[in-house]
């Protein structure tokens, strides 16, 4: 099999490319036809280079039209081109220009990298190794150069011709074409260069930067959506301000321009003044997007925004460092949204996907390090780890040295390295420097795997007033890495007294403790507290201050008592959570509750809903029972997924029924009068709305029906669309015909498309797969656009447990089939589907035999990406 043999890139193979590229000038000549871009490299040999040394540019899926040196076509025996690029022999020893010209093919373009054509645009994609697919080049991130680009295109169908930087020229080309021509002076790796041409619609707006300059602001889209792309716009205003003022990040070109487009791979790119996006991020309507979906486009927008500071200005030097840029761009979009929305409400979100998506990755055969140290494909390690566990580490430096000391060492970062193409290294070399620290230990967060588990013990002696704390970390091997030394690990803690309240000491020690924090750098301390007069209860890694697995010791009593008390709010609801993963964890295993486990946390929880100090939406998440996977990540070992789903629903039951016309009566009581407004405010309250609903649904018998008035009753998309979810996941009586109306009343819209597939993946009755086998057999279904693929599929797999990982095999195998056809089409896509099976060793056996069988066929096929091969044969070794 070609996967075995398959070259491994190993981070420690680094090494300096012999030339650089000094300039790049590109000339896009674009018709329906087909596109020929010439493209004029000026290039030198580096003062180390030898002469002789050939020039080995990359290529994928091109072909070489022309080839000249300085205007000197070049002789056959001269250069050599194949399907991974094109070698010249014996460039010369100066600084030259490369000319070549290739012809592309966009229209069939399904892998959706380089350029490509969607709804009749032509749009470029290339992080990571896109560019490669549009001209021979040095595609790799430490490769800058100032690029200029000219595109000529029929002006009929590409009125709009976009590319980075500034626009320098355009006119009149003859024959129904125009031109343009861009420049971006700021030298940038090929990953962020853009392109985009088409017959499109735009917002614009303006912002003035701190300095004073005027830069302009775009938002392109398909005619008639221009109103949706309002809050994408206010948000990006928003972005600058709040990056300025709270990193004195200033805007550095003239122009700052957006696209909206249809089929992306991801969420959406930071290519240089030219963001592109999948257009589920940028388009909104109270009628189309749920308050979910707006919060997604601020933080989106944000992220793709900052990324002009942490990615763009300072790049990566090759992609291992890939977490330098996202990592930390993530922390900052995730500060931009608790400065603009609730901080404690943002924290628990992120952390709630942390560990339904991260934990999950960190404990199985995916395990890899954010900052990872090889790969096959590139593009599969665009991952939550690098993502969300890569901002969670910038997040325990910003606790370690304090807001001031994390402030200082991203000044410096920016100071020292701008226009550089740079590494993890050097990124906490300059906190190491702006505060006088050594993070040599700390930095293994970078390059291990795995989420350590924390375990507590606690001694009290009244005689001597005298609490001692034993923190101990663990963590469990993960691939390539047998062996693991302890972490640094910040632990944000405080004592509650028994009224409640904070208590402090006279003395501490036996460990580094600095007011609040404890940092646990060795695999166990135990701390002393002097002058404390009662047992306390101890809430520890408050706001999660680092991202481990806590086994507190803490019975239920005392959880509530956090869950009641505790002036952090993280905490309070990681105390209810607590309380349900474990009685739902132990029964599913055999180990039942006892009716006043049940009768306790209803009681916290109406407590809570009680609580006028709270908002609705803290409100909502502390009422949220933990859902399936984290419930099988707890258990962590021979899963049955029926029997946590048989649990969960009973567990829902028994603490709902008592209090289900109380609910009932709080729903009725949140409905909201008033004209529909994104803001947190309105977002919140529907959110309590919907997780009261959630709990109606599935624990009494008077759900159903409050969710089927409500999903006709519904004045926008957050209602209706949860009624349908909360239905069909529930399969209420109502089910089968609101998913039939919906889909009926929504069948123009794309977007809202995507709510019914979701919907209909994620349903809890037998019959999901047949279902979806059906709507992916329909000939209309849009089979090549990952929003509907991982709409359908994605949400199947991560979300859908009980039916995707049914003990027949019946899910492994539609998924593997579905697999086999988009994996022709648009590997990327496929891979991540794929990913899915990442909890194999985790199930019980008869299920990770099927899943193995199921995988083993698949790895028979013939012609399978390696995007595809690289999943199956880690999930397969593991
Ligand atoms: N850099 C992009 C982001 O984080 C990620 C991205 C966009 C991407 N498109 C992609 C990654 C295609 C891989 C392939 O916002
Ligand atoms: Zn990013």
Not at 33 to 45: S, W
Not at 379 to 408: H, S
Not at 564 to 586: E, G, I
Not at 615 to 628: L, R, S, T
Request: charged share 25%; aromatic share 8%.
């Amino acid at each position: 099999m070609r996967t075995d043999t398959e070259q491994t890139i190993f981070l420690r193979d680094y090494e300096p490319t012999p030339y650089r590229i000094v300039s790049v000038d590109l000339d896009f000549r674009i018709t329906e036809e087909m596109t020929r871009v010439r493209a004029q490299l000026t290039i030198e040999p580096r003062e180390e280079t030898a002469p002789g040394t050939p020039l080995v540019l990359d290529g994928d899926g091109i072909s070489l039209h022309s080839i000249a040196i300085d205007g000197a076509p070049l002789v056959l025996a001269a250069y050599a081109a194949d399907e991974t690029g094109l070698t010249v022999v014996e460039p010369p020893y100066r600084r030259f220009v490369l000319d070549t010209e290739v012809l592309l093919k966009p229209e069939t373009n399904s892998k959706l990298m380089g350029l490509y054509r969607s709804s009749g645009t032509w749009c470029t994609q290339c992080e990571p190794e896109g560019f490669r697919r549009i001209t021979y080049y040095l595609d790799r991130p430490d490769i800058l150069a100032p690029f200029k680009v000219r595109i000529t295109a029929p002006q009929s169908v590409a009125p709009v011709l976009l590319s980075n930087g500034n626009l320098i020229e355009q006119g009149a080309a003859g024959d129904g074409m125009h031109y343009v021509v861009w420049e971006d002076p700021f030298p940038k790796p090929a990953y962020l260069f853009a392109l985009v041409a088409g017959d499109l619609g735009v917002i614009k707006d303006s912002f003035t930067t701190m300095s004073g300059r005027e830069v302009e602001l775009g938002i392109y889209c398909s005619h008639g959506k221009e109103n949706e792309c309002l809050y994408a716009m206010d948000s990006l205003k928003r972005s600058m301000a709040w990056d300025e003022k709270r990193f004195g990040r200033e805007y550095d070109l003239d122009v700052f321009n957006i696209v909206a487009v249809s089929d992306f791979n991801f969420g959406a790119m930071e290519n240089k003044g030219l963001n592109i996006f999948n257009d589920k991020l940028v388009f909104a309507s109270p009628e189309t997007a749920s308050d979910a979906n707006y919060a997604s486009i601020e933080r989106v927008i944000a992220h793709e925004y900052f990324h002009n500071w942490t990615g763009n200005r300072i790049t990566c030097r090759d992609w291992f460092q890939l977490c330098l840029k996202e990592g930390l761009t993530v922390y900052r979009d995730q500060e931009f949204s608790s400065d603009e929305r609730s901080r404690p409400v943002q924290r628990i979100h992120d952390v709630e996907n942390l560990r339904v998506s991260q934990f999950p990755e960190d404990g199985g055969p995916l395990a890899h390090p954010p900052r990872p140290d090889r790969y096959r494909e590139i593009n599969n390690f665009y991952t939550t780890t690098v993502y969300q566990k890569g901002a969670e580490v910038v997040r325990m430096l910003a606790t370690i040295l304090g807001e001031d000391g994390f402030r200082k060492g991203m000044d410096l970062y920016f100071e020292h390295h701008d226009g550089d193409a740079t590494t993890i290294e050097a990124f906490l070399k300059v906190f190491e420097e702006a505060n006088g620290v050594d993070l040599g230990q700390f930095s293994r967060w970078y390059t291990e795997a795995g989420t350590p588990e924390v375990t507590v013990s606690e001694d009290y002696d009244a005689a001597s007033q005298t609490y001692r704390l034993t923190l101990t970390q663990k963590t469990n091997p993960t691939p390539n890495q047998p062996e693991k030394a302890p972490f640094v690990i910040p632990v944000r803690f405080g004592l509650l007294g028994p009224n409640g309240s904070e208590m402090s000491w006279s003395a501490v020690s036996g460990g580094t403790v600095h007011d609040d924090l404890i940092i646990l750098d060795k695999e166990s301390v135990t701390i002393s507290f002097e002058g404390i007069a009662n047992k306390p209860v101890p809430s520890l890694f408050r706001g999660f201050s680092a991202p481990v697995r806590l086994n507190s010791g803490l019975g239920e009593d005392n959880l509530l008592f956090l869950a009641r008390h505790d002036a952090d709010p993280f905490n309070r609801w990681d105390a209810l959570q607590s309380v349900s993963t474990h009685l739902l964890a132990d029964a599913a295993q055999g180990r039942p509750w006892h009716a006043d486990n049940i009768e306790a946390l209803r009681q916290a929880l109406l407590d809570t809903l009680d609580d006028a100090h709270l908002d609705d939406a803290f409100k909502a998440q502390a009422i949220g029972i933990p859902d399936e996977t984290v419930i099988g990540r707890h258990i962590g070992r021979d899963i049955d997924p029926d029997s946590i789903a048989r649990v969960r629903k009973e567990f829902i039951t028994a603490l709902v029924g008592p209090m289900d016309s109380k609910l009932e009566a709080l729903f009725a009581s949140l409905a909201i009068t008033d004209a529909y407004s994104p803001g947190a405010g309105q977002a919140g309250r529907r959110a309590l709305r919907t997780a009261l609903l959630s709990l109606l649904v599935a624990g009494s018998g008077r759900g159903a029906a409050l969710a089927e008035r409500l999903y006709a009753n519904a004045g926008n998309m957050t209602e209706r669309s949860a009624a349908l979810a909360i239905s069909a996941r529930n399969w209420t009586r109502d089910a089968p015909a609101l998913l039939g109306d919906f889909r009926a009343r929504y069948s123009g819209d794309a977007l809202v498309f995507d709510k019914w597939l979701v919907a209909s993946a994620q349903a809890g009755d037998d019959g999901v797969i047949e279902r979806m086998r059906t709507i992916l057999a329909a000939p209309d279904f849009p089979r090549t656009n990952p929003n509907r693929l991982r709409s359908l599929l994605g949400s199947f797999v991560m979300n859908n447990p009980a039916q995707f990982l049914k003990e027949d095999g019946s899910g492994f195998r539609f998924i593997c089939e579905a697999v086999t056809e988009i994996d022709k089409v648009n590997p990327q896509v496929a891979a991540r589907i794929l990913t899915g099976f990442r909890v194999l060793p985790m199930l019980e056996e008869r299920r990770r035999v099927a899943a193995r069988a199921a995988l083993e066929s698949l790895r028979s096929q013939d012609g399978l990406s390696r995007n595809t091969q690289d999943i199956l044969q880690r999930i397969l070794a593991g």
